[in-house]
């Protein structure tokens, strides 16, 4: 079977407009993909910048696949969290970005969104935070999926996520596949 390995990390966010963020994440690959090693999920700590309005995790990202197709090539999915000092966390943006299907290093930048909401549920994030939110944790994905439904979501940018990552990719000649 053809491999590909991905090692990198999450470098950190900008454009948000709160602190003390941090971001859960997961990687989603089609039905012909195995995920051998590595981890398929996780979560960064928190990081509440000092200087400037970026965010640093580097979070390390080392998984290892192994596919019989190229039918549903992994993509990375972002939710970037912003932790308040009492500790209650609220979503600031979704986003996703496909793993590069070329071999070598990668620098990505995954541009986000969130929900817009009625122009109530806009005046009450800005008075007490909170806001719409998506009800399924899995729903970037299935607004991903489902290209004619994205017209009913109203959405608005929310910030960056920053990448590096590199990709080895192994037997996709033997098996006749050209990158």
């Known amino acids: 079977m053809a491999e590909v390995h991905v090692i990198g990390q999450i470098v950190g966010a900008s454009g948000f ?9 997961g990687l989603h690959a089609g039905g012909a993909w195995k995920l051998l090693s590595g981890l398929g999920s996780g979560q ?6 000092q200087a400037d309005d970026v965010a640093y995790w580097c979070h390390p990202l080392d998984v290892h696949f192994a596919t019989k197709g190229l039918q549903g090539w992994p993509k990375l999915h972002f939710q970037v969290w912003h932790q308040d000092g009492f500790g209650r966390a609220e979503v600031l943006g979704y986003g996703f970005c496909h793993v590069p299907a070329t071999p070598g290093c990668h620098a990505l930048s995954c541009v986000t969104w969130r929900p817009r909401g009625t122009w109530r549920e806009r005046w009450s994030r800005r008075l007490v935070g909170g806001g719409p939110q998506l009800c399924h944790p899995q729903a970037p994905a299935a607004v991903v999926a489902a290209a004619s439904e994205r017209f009913r979501l109203r959405s608005e940018t929310a910030g960056t996520v920053h990448l590096q990552l590199g990709v080895l990719l192994r037997h996709f000649g033997r098996y006749g596949v050209e990158c």
Do not use: A
């Not at 407009?17 to 994440?25: A, D, S, T, Y």
């Not at 960064?44 to 910048?49: H, I, K, L, M, R």
């Open 44 to 49: 960064t700590q928190v990081d509440d910048p």
């Open 17 to 25: 407009p709160q602190r003390r963020l941090f971001c859960k994440w």
